[in-house]
């Protein structure tokens, strides 16, 4: 049983459209992260939830933004995309940060064109 | 602050030969562990974990990882390699407290060999 779903698995934006990513969860758990991750390349945390708690990076783009409206969502909106954010986004959920398994969605693969 | 070193981005062995796979970790406070093992346009799943006791941790498929305080090293081996192991593997280090956010290591491919 799907416990971390992301949708849609493959996204096809123009630069500059903006673009929603989303995420859903089965696990009531109190965290979801963002990651970005490019070809051969660690994840990159963007964001996370704790709970309504917002935690942004600070090395996160503005142009990253993200919005959790309850327990079991969380979207990503990327407001004008560039060729540069072409990538894999993968969410991730855990019970809590203290050294919690994180369960991570099969990703969404966003192509810019 | 912390830091997660894979050694060899890329590790090729025979099919029914030893698995070995590097990560070393620097961290300021105790820290927790991890191994993810991620195919293809798949999502990371949790291959196994440390965060307290027993220093050696049996995972899934038949891996297991040795904590090592002294040479702050997390290595990640399984005795008989299978050509489904193929796949991207990551270590995570993620300090001990409730604040913690883990840090990924950049990846090592490992290549199964028939």
């Known amino acids: 049983d799907a416990m971390v779903i992301q949708n849609p698995r493959y996204q096809v934006t123009q630069f500059g459209k903006p673009v929603t990513l989303s995420c859903s969860q089965t696990?009531?758990?109190?965290?979801m992260y963002w990651y970005q991750q490019k070809s051969s390349q660690a994840p990159k945390l963007l964001f996370h939830y704790y709970d309504k708690d917002f935690n942004n990076e600070a090395d996160t783009p503005d142009n990253f933004q993200s919005r959790r409206p309850n327990t079991s969502f969380c979207f990503l909106d990327i407001r004008s995309p560039g060729l540069g954010d072409a990538a894999m986004y993968l969410c991730?959920?855990?019970?809590?940060?203290?050294?919690?398994?994180?369960?991570f969605g099969p990703g969404t693969r966003l192509t810019v064109l | 602050a912390q830091s997660v070193t894979q050694l060899g981005s890329h590790v090729s062995v025979s099919e029914g030969a030893l698995v070995l796979l590097r990560c070393n970790y620097s961290?300021?406070?105790?820290?927790?562990l991890f191994w993810y093992v991620q195919y293809p346009n798949q999502g990371l799943q949790l291959l196994l974990k440390y965060t307290t006791g027993a220093t050696l941790v049996k995972g899934i498929n038949g891996f297991e990882a040795e904590f090592k305080k002294s040479e702050t090293s997390f290595h990640l081996t399984k005795p008989s390699a299978h050509m489904s192991d193929a796949a991207e593997y990551f270590c995570?280090?993620?300090?001990?407290?409730?604040?913690?956010?883990?840090?990924f290591g950049d990846g090592t491919t490992l290549t199964v060999k028939p």
């Open positions: 995570a280090v993620t300090p001990g407290t409730n604040a913690g956010k883990s840090t």
């Open positions: 696990l009531n758990h109190n965290v």
């Open positions: 961290s300021s406070v105790p820290p927790y």
């Open positions: 991730a959920t855990s019970r809590d940060r203290a050294g919690d398994t994180q369960y």
